[in-house]
């Protein structure tokens, strides 16, 4: 159980574009989800969390117009990045918490997207 | 703002031996988490660490946390090829807040 899938695994485009990556949450409910950013032989930084059903929470420095989140249910939520450049390469990780689960924060991570723009 | 830091950043060791993985956090957290990542994967749940003492073994990879000195240990017994991966803590910067903080990073490479 608690398996989180995303789409694409990785993903090339041409600067100015933009690309929709998915996560789901496949075998348990999800009311929040977060998008994390993690750059060669660095760590993971978390972009923001998703909330089902409301706007999701920005950190600081990370432009919301630019990276659009949707968490239209309980199983799914998108990242969209807006207009990217070759800055905008990365790996983006996401993870869900289960909304029934265990008191503590265990999130479940999804197997990362890779993307690269030209 | 919550910061964790990992030492060593780098450890190149022989199989065979053993070491420790060191995380710091600089805030009040009672739950730590540690994470294995292999090159171009995500992250692999290892450990999670709900209370000051609390001990968790699995295989030759051992967790520990003392909340009061802010501190948690990876400990590593008779090193294998298969342990080479990036290891990453992460801690919740208060109870109630979802968000998790991760450290550096620290990565591993067993030598033959």
């Known amino acids: 159980g608690a398996v989180v899938s995303q789409h694409p695994s990785w993903v090339i485009c041409k600067s100015g574009t933009s690309v929709k990556i998915e996560c789901r949450s496949l075998?348990?409910?999800?009311?929040?989800m977060f998008w994390y950013r993690q750059f060669p032989k660095q760590s993971l930084m978390l972009m923001a969390t998703?909330?089902?059903?409301?706007?999701?929470?920005?950190e600081q420095g990370v432009e919301k117009d630019k990276f659009l989140i949707n968490h239209a249910s309980l199983t799914l939520s998108t990242l969209t990045v807006t207009s990217a450049h070759p800055e905008d390469s990365s790996f983006y990780i996401c993870?869900?918490?289960?909304?029934?689960?265990?008191?503590?924060?265990?999130?479940?991570f999804g197997p990362g997207t890779r993307l690269t723009v030209l | 703002e919550l910061k964790v830091e990992q030492n060593p950043l780098f450890l190149s060791m022989q199989e065979g031996k053993n070491y420790t993985i060191y995380c710091n956090y600089s805030?009040?957290?009672?739950?730590l988490y540690w994470y294995r990542q292999d090159p171009g994967k995500s992250l692999e749940s290892l450990f999670v660490?709900?209370?000051?003492?609390a001990v968790k073994q699995e295989g030759r990879l051992m967790a520990s946390l003392d909340t009061k000195a802010r501190l948690s240990t990876l400990h590593i017994t008779a090193a294998v090829h298969d342990l080479s991966a990036t290891y990453f803590c992460?801690?919740?910067?208060?109870?109630?807040?979802?968000?998790?903080?991760f450290g550096t990073g620290t990565r591993l490479t067993i030598i033959p």
């Open positions: 075998d348990f409910q999800a009311t929040t």
């Open positions: 805030t009040t957290s009672d739950r």
């Open positions: 992460a801690v919740d910067m208060y109870f109630g807040n979802e968000k998790l903080t």
């Open positions: 998703s909330n089902e059903g409301s706007k999701a929470t920005y």
């Open positions: 993870s869900a918490r289960d909304s029934v689960g265990t008191s503590y924060n265990e999130q479940f």
């Open positions: 660490l709900l209370s000051n003492g």
